[in-house]
């Protein structure tokens, strides 16, 4: 297992994180213009919201909608500077992570990861 340290706290950004499994169709928002989060899509499914991969979908023709090809959890991960945590996933800039000390898990952004 490789582990990683924090170097920057990062808090959850949404509390109530979108959750979708296969065969569910999202419709589709804008997608992320900053390069360092490109490859991200703003979904609606369901009365919620999120930020989800846009390598998760098949994205209809006229880019409205899009079906939900693998399960998925917008969870975000609460972390201190210092936290130990393995990677899991990696994705445009975010990684599927669990926190060491209590096996939480959930996304973060790379760019707090040591």
């Known amino acids: 297992m490789t582990t990683f340290k924090i170097l920057i706290a990062y808090k959850r950004q949404y509390e109530n994180p979108i959750i979708l499994n296969v065969g ?6 804008e997608e992320e213009k900053e390069d360092k989060w490109l490859g991200w899509i703003w979904a609606e499914f369901k009365n919620n919201q999120g930020w989800i991969p846009i390598q ?18 917008a969870n975000e991960l609460d972390v201190g500077q ?5 990677k899991i ?3 445009d800039g975010w ?7 209590n096996n939480e898990e959930g996304w973060i952004p790379d760019e707090v990861i040591g």
């Open 95 to 101: 990684s599927w992570s669990r926190k060491i000390i």
């Open 56 to 73: 998760i979908l098949e994205i209809a023709n006229d880019r409205k909608t899009g079906r939900v090809l693998e399960y998925y959890s």
């Open 89 to 91: 996933k990696s994705v």
């Open 24 to 29: 569910d169709v999202v419709d589709l928002g």
């Open 82 to 86: 210092g936290d130990v945590i393995e």
